[in-house]
């Protein structure tokens, strides 16, 4: 039984749908529900271009959710909660996952267990999660727009957003790889990316963060390419 992390996505069209998305940003149908084996969720807005943008896109919001295992999240995905994100998408996707790897807490909690050996021959997905020191924003914003240009188009990339809990302050990044390799080459030969890694180390932008690698192992819905099929 291993713990399985959701991450969906959900995409929306016209004026009433947008609002209700947002409405359901601030008061997520899982308050207050008791639902099996979940240990974690947030609700997620999204920046607009590939989601690295201080500004918001309101047609586009995100869903995380852990569960402590493949059954319990399978039951929650065909649920009416759901199904009230879904029913007026346009198009979603949920991407369900198994932990690598994590470090870091995410408000004041750890909650990715890692459970599976990285395998390089597979997919792999990095959430990267950061509340930013409010004196330390506008230095660290300064520099997100050369960085999120540079992942455009990059080899073996099949999925990107910028998300967030709140704007500004409370920041995500989700990403989707084919294989390790490219991730990897991403994250260590890109010179955007290196700059960006050691402007972190040196001025110390976060007041807590979170780093985790997942092996992607289903892809639902027709927002996302779906690799596995």
């Known amino acids: ?107 004041e909690q750890e909650p990715f267990n890692a459970e599976v050996k990285y395998n390089e021959f597979q997919p792999i997905a990095v959430i990267t999660r950061a509340t930013i020191k409010p004196k330390l924003a506008y230095k660290f914003w300064r520099y997100v727009p050369s960085v999120s240009k540079s992942m455009d188009g990059h080899e073996g990339l099949i999925f990107s957003k910028g998300i967030g809990e709140w704007p500004i302050f409370m920041q995500a990044t989700f990403s989707f790889w084919k294989k390790g390799e490219h991730m990897m080459a991403y994250a260590y030969s890109n010179k955007k990316h290196a700059d960006m890694v050691k402007k972190t180390r040196e001025l110390g932008w976060y007041s807590e963060e979170l780093f985790s690698r997942f092996h992607p192992f289903e892809v639902r819905g027709n927002l996302i390419d779906n690799i596995f099929i």
């Open 1 to 107: 039984m291993s713990q399985t992390t959701v991450i969906s996505f959900f995409s929306y069209k016209g004026f009433k749908n947008k609002w209700q998305a947002l409405g359901r940003m601030g008061r997520p149908p899982l308050l207050k529900k008791d639902i099996s084996g979940l240990t974690f969720w947030k609700a997620l807005g999204a920046g607009s271009g590939n989601g690295f943008s201080i500004w918001p896109d309101w047609s586009t919001f995100g869903l995380l959710t852990v569960f402590n295992s493949e059954d319990e999240a399978n039951k929650f995905l065909d649920s009416d909660i759901i199904e009230e994100y879904q029913s007026s998408s346009e198009k979603h996707s949920h991407i369900l996952m198994h932990s690598i790897k994590a470090h870091g807490k995410w408000s």
